[in-house]
């Protein structure tokens, strides 16, 4: 079984300061981890994924996460947030293998202040 | 095709109505998949159809809900005997053909349903 613990429901930055939402799972299964955006009243969309190869993985919009077992941890930074990061993060887990079907964090909501 | 949509976008009903959803997933796409979120919780699986056939259901989904997909192309979520506590963001996402590893799922802007 996997799990996603997202640390912080909502975390406060100012715009241009570095953004870290933390992220740690648990799997018994080599994992694939991933974040995810939610807009306001719009559905995920997929910042980025680890599978295999390279841990720091970027993403879009400027997002990266290192994927870090020995800690089992999987944090999204940004080094400088914008006003349109302002959003909820999900942090989502899935077994290598089978179905595919993640299991998501409670979610972090970012709020960037000018 | 512009992407995963989901109709009706926003739904109230009264207790104890049924209620229907439909979701278009992305044309090419052969894997749907239905999720539930509540309010400050993530998506949480309900069921997940290759093409027309059901694959996998969650325990979430109790024997009031019941989803289809005709021909492997739409699909529909419907919920029976509505309670409140159905009430929730429903979300539906869509992936192409798996070549044996993961492919990324586009989620739908979601149906949010509130149950009175």
């Known amino acids: 079984a996997q799990s996603v613990t997202q640390l912080g429901s909502h975390v406060s930055v100012s715009e241009g300061a570095l953004v870290l939402l933390r992220c740690n799972y648990s799997s018994s299964v080599p994992p694939y981890l991933f974040w995810y955006v939610q807009y306001p009243n719009q559905g995920l969309q997929l910042l980025l994924k680890y599978t295999t190869g390279a841990t720091l993985v970027k993403g879009i919009n400027g997002f990266e996460a290192e994927f870090k077992k020995s800690e089992t941890s999987f944090h999204l930074t940004k080094p400088s947030a914008h006003m349109s990061d302002a959003a909820e993060y999900f942090c989502a887990v899935t077994r290598s293998g089978g179905s595919y079907i993640p299991t998501f964090g409670r979610g972090t909501s970012l709020i960037v202040h000018p | 095709d512009t992407g995963v949509s989901q109709d009706p976008r926003h739904k109230i009903t009264k207790r104890g109505q049924n209620v229907t959803f439909r979701c278009d997933p992305i044309s090419e796409h052969n894997r749907l998949y239905w999720y539930r979120q509540t309010l400050g919780q993530g998506p949480e699986f309900l069921t997940y159809f290759q093409n027309e056939a059901q694959l996998e259901k969650s325990r979430l989904l109790s024997d009031r809900f019941s989803a289809e997909r005709p021909k492997g192309s739409f699909s529909t979520l419907e919920i029976q005997r509505t309670e409140q506590g159905d009430s929730a963001m429903y979300l539906c996402?869509?992936?192409?053909?798996?070549?044996?590893?993961?492919?990324?799922?586009?989620f739908g802007p979601g149906t949010r349903l509130t149950v009175l």
């Open positions: 996402a869509s992936s192409p053909r798996s070549s044996g590893g993961y492919n990324e799922q586009f």
